[in-house]
Nanobody
């Protein structure tokens, strides 16, 4: 089973992007899918997560009010909608899977996608 994150790119400050995280097989049943990001020279940061079973999102401080996490059961996909992007949102974004409820610690996630780069120009 693999996770594949996509949708990154170059966007101007104030713009929007939607990232996708697709699983290669049906694996989301009893897991939480989290989004993390890592800017150059910085540690990986929790962005938010969603509990697959009941579509309940949980956000880190950097995402509150601007980012939205959702999921599409039919497509086995979790989305990260990012609005009003800022230059400080520039990072490689990763999706990952954790068992059970939403978690904000990197160490709780056992399966990681390869990352997608988001660059926000000011």
């Amino acid at each position: 089973v693999q996770l594949q994150a996509s949708g990154g790119g170059l966007v101007q400050a104030g713009g929007s992007l939607r990232l996708s995280c697709v699983a290669s097989a049906r694996t989301f049943g009893s897991v939480a899918i989290g989004w993390f990001r890592q800017a150059a020279g910085k540690e990986r940061e929790f962005v938010g997560a969603i509990r697959w079973s009941d579509d309940s999102p949980f956000y880190g401080d950097s995402a509150k009010g601007r980012f939205t996490i959702s999921r599409d059961i039919a497509k086995n996909t979790v989305y990260l909608q990012m609005n009003r992007l800022k230059s400080e949102d520039t990072a490689v974004y990763y999706c990952a899977a954790a068992m059970g409820d939403v978690k904000n610690r990197e160490s709780d996630y056992y399966l990681w996608g390869q990352g997608t780069l988001v660059t926000v120009s000011s």
